[in-house]
């Protein structure tokens, strides 16, 4: 996603995507480089899992206690020179704060007072949600026959325990959490948008065949500017409700 932005935020809407602390960022650099920058195209490549530890956390000493933080990615987001409100840059620029959480942060025990590893949720301006369908047999079953994807075969009852965590689970416990940390009662709405995100399209994307690949995107007359095409979701949206 992060690799997405850096092309089409500048070429698009004219918004320049630049790390504000490379170092923070190196790990991103590496996933990027491994993806799409490498020498082998056409081998498969293996992401590494978001992990609950490592170097992806800092250690902060709170007096006695040693608390372990997880390290965000950031972002420095501004205007470009082609950008109608560039002359506005320094009022509407933004640091962009991403965290990565590991599906295994939200299983019981693992958001503790020494590792509050998902209580940055509660003060997050967006959610997202992924959800990796080759985890769910439901969907591997609705894929057979029509995804040449080696993640959609079929698993033994061990194979598929052992690798994976129930998402649903996992979503509704990132919803207690975020309740509980942000003081909401339980029939108070949250006011932060979540975006439940249906990751490795190129693995189903038979199920949906009329839908286009093209950038959602439209441009606007006599501007340098592109626009997101909210009727693109139409078509989708009547496909799932049948």
């Not at 490379?22 to 650099?29: D, F, G, V, Y």
């Not at 992924?130 to 026959?145: I, N, S, V």
């Not at 598929?160 to 998402?167: D, I, M």
Request: charged share 20%; aromatic share 6%.
């Amino acid at each position: 996603m992060t690799w997405r932005l850096r092309q089409i935020l500048p070429t698009d809407f004219k918004i320049a995507m630049t790390d504000t602390d490379p170092i923070a960022n190196a790990r991103l650099h590496e996933y990027e480089e491994q993806q799409f920058l490498n020498p082998n195209p056409d081998s498969l490549v293996a992401i590494a899992k978001t992990q609950v530890q490592g170097d992806l956390y800092d250690s902060v000493s709170m007096g006695t206690h040693i608390v372990q933080y997880p390290r965000p990615f950031l972002f420095n987001i501004q205007p470009m020179a082609s950008h109608p409100n560039h002359n506005r840059s320094t009022e509407i620029s933004r640091v962009m704060c991403l965290y990565d959480n590991a599906g295994e942060s939200f299983l019981p025990g693992q958001d503790t007072a020494s590792s509050p590893v998902t209580r940055h949720l509660a003060l997050s301006r967006c959610l997202f949600f992924l959800f990796d369908p080759t985890q769910d047999a439901r969907f591997r079953r609705a894929c057979e026959g029509k995804s040449q994807d080696p993640q959609m075969n079929s698993r033994t009852e061990r194979l598929s325990r052992e690798n994976s965590v129930r998402q649903d689970t996992i979503l509704l416990e990132a919803i207690q959490r975020v309740r509980r940390h942000a003081g909401l009662r339980e029939d108070q709405l949250h006011q932060r948008p979540m975006i439940i995100v249906v990751t490795k399209w190129d693995s189903w994307r038979s199920l949906l065949p009329n839908i286009s690949a093209e950038p959602p995107l439209l441009s606007i007359p006599n501007s340098p500017l592109k626009v997101l095409d909210g009727n693109r979701q139409a078509p989708l949206e009547s496909v799932l409700a049948t």
